[in-house]
């Protein structure tokens, strides 16, 4: 079975734009979050979604925003790119709520 | 809410040496405990879990780890490490009571295995 897919792996952007970071959870999983890992620090949490609704939100301005697709993908946004953005983004799916699968990530990097 | 104190950033260690990767926590309910691997340029691997029971977790790869309620620490251990043991582990912790799947995370700790 595929794991957690997120897209793109790499991607450079200019401080001020948009990004737009996707991720596919293990087939059967309802429930995505999304996690910012910033280089030496653990990762913090941004958005849980389940079932297409917004089940938490950490500690991040509205200039982050996510969403889940009825195939339970999902988007995470983020406008207004500032330097400290830059980051490795990771995605996790989970069947139960102590079993999270990450992905391999998108490490986003504005200059 | 929770945290999470991984007392060590770095920890060198030979290669078939035992090594102890230490955790504390802190939160006001009862928790699960998860330590997590992080290869480089790769995403979170589940080493292992507390969910209830025996206080002591056998892993993945040979890492155990003991749960301690009063002292509040979920240490990870391996009495012989490979070559291949080298990465980023982290400690992380999730409230029991809550349906949300948000885990708090520790800084992580960098074991370097030295042959």
């Known amino acids: 079975d595929a794991g957690v897919t997120q897209s793109p792996t790499h991607l450079i952007k200019t401080r001020g734009q948009h990004v737009t970071l996707r991720c596919s959870p293990i087939s059967g999983h309802k429930s995505v979050s999304w996690y910012q890992q910033v280089l030496g620090q653990g990762p913090q949490f941004i958005f849980q979604?389940?079932?297409?609704?917004?089940?938490g939100r950490g500690n991040f301005p509205d200039r982050f925003s996510a969403r889940q697709f009825p195939n339970y993908s999902s988007e995470l946004n983020v406008n207004a790119l500032l330097l400290g953005d830059s980051a490795l983004y990771l995605c996790?799916?989970?069947?139960?709520?102590?079993?999270?699968?990450f992905g391999q990530g998108t490490r986003l990097t504005v200059v | 809410a929770q945290s999470v104190t991984q007392l060590d950033s770095q920890v060198p260690v030979f290669e078939e040496a035992p090594v102890e990767l230490r955790c504390n926590y802190s939160?006001?309910?009862?928790?699960?405990l998860f330590w997590y691997v992080q290869y480089p340029n790769q995403g979170l691997q589940l080493l292992l879990k507390?969910?209830?029971?025996?206080?002591l977790v056998k892993g993945i790869n040979g890492f155990e780890a003991e749960f301690n309620k009063s002292q509040t620490s979920f240490h990870l251990r391996k009495p012989s490490v490979h070559i291949s043991d080298t990465a980023e582990y982290f400690c992380?912790?999730?409230?029991?009571?809550?349906?949300?799947?948000?885990?708090?995370f520790g800084r992580g700790t960098q074991l370097t295995v030295w042959p």
């Open positions: 992380a912790v999730k409230s029991r009571g809550s349906t949300l799947g948000r885990l708090y």
């Open positions: 996790a799916s989970s069947l139960d709520p102590w079993r999270a699968f």
């Open positions: 939160s006001s309910v009862s928790v699960y």
């Open positions: 979604y389940y079932e297409k609704e917004e089940r």
């Open positions: 507390y969910l209830s029971g025996s206080t």
